[in-house]
């Protein structure tokens, strides 16, 4: 496997459902992020971890909670999702903020997710 | 505050013909980062380029060129030729020297028609 992966690809779930988005990154990163892609709507920058530390959540509801257990690993659990949160969930990774093109962040292919 | 905008929401061309996706953005710092990214039907955002504020050098790779000029704020990018296969969504971003705060702009989706 190469560069960044999400499982799973597409997800349903209902609203009282819980499930969970995993990413994973080979590219010996150390900082990864979320973020919301909704329809007609900019990207949104939902958390941030570098180094296994989260260093930013952007106002996100408690519905969505993060977790990092290493570097090249990140996981949203999902929990009484409503409708307005479907959309493209992104993961992306990225170096050391202090290397040398560190803040370049390169992207997986997202899990569509469909809240019912 | 860091913004990033990109007026064209929509723009079509028939294919071989050139076009150039616009990119405004405002930051109070001096130093900073800015990006494209196209992101095709799949899903997946794909890196394009990264220019640093220092070096204002227009770049060219194939058929994909970048006009960064530090004077009007604005880092354009020109398509020779389009093709089919550029079909997608582009996005136009700005960082902070090291990463942090990164934004995005609203995209503009390019359609190019046989």
């Known amino acids: 496997e190469t560069g960044v992966t999400q499982t799973p690809r597409h997800l349903v779930m209902g609203m009282t459902n819980k499930k969970s988005l995993k990413c994973e990154q080979h590219l010996g990163h150390n900082a990864m992020y979320w973020y919301k892609q909704s329809a007609k709507k900019p990207l949104e920058l939902m958390f941030v971890y570098n180094f296994k530390e989260q260093t930013e959540n952007n106002s996100v509801p408690s519905r969505f909670s993060p977790e990092c257990p290493n570097s090249s690993h990140l996981f949203l659990h999902l929990h009484t999702l409503q409708p307005e949160d479907s959309a493209l969930y992104l993961c992306a990774s990225s170096q050391d903020w202090t290397a040398e093109g560190g803040e370049t962040q390169y992207f997986g292919p997202g899990t569509r997710l469909l809240v019912l | 505050a860091q913004k990033v905008t990109q007026a064209q929401t929509e723009i079509s061309v028939v294919e071989k013909e050139d076009v150039t996706l616009d990119c405004v953005y405002e930051?109070?710092?001096?130093?900073?980062?800015l990006f494209w990214y196209k992101q095709p039907p799949s899903g997946e955002l794909v890196f394009l380029i990264r220019r640093n504020s220092f070096d204002e050098q227009n770049e060219i790779s194939g058929r994909y060129s970048w006009n960064f000029q530090k004077s009007t704020s604005s880092f354009n990018f020109t398509i020779t030729a389009s093709q089919v296969v550029d079909s997608a969504v582009y996005f136009c971003a700005l960082s902070r020297f090291y990463g942090q705060n990164f934004v995005f702009g609203p995209g503009t989706r390019l359609s190019v028609l046989p």
């Open positions: 930051t109070r710092d001096t130093t900073y980062y």
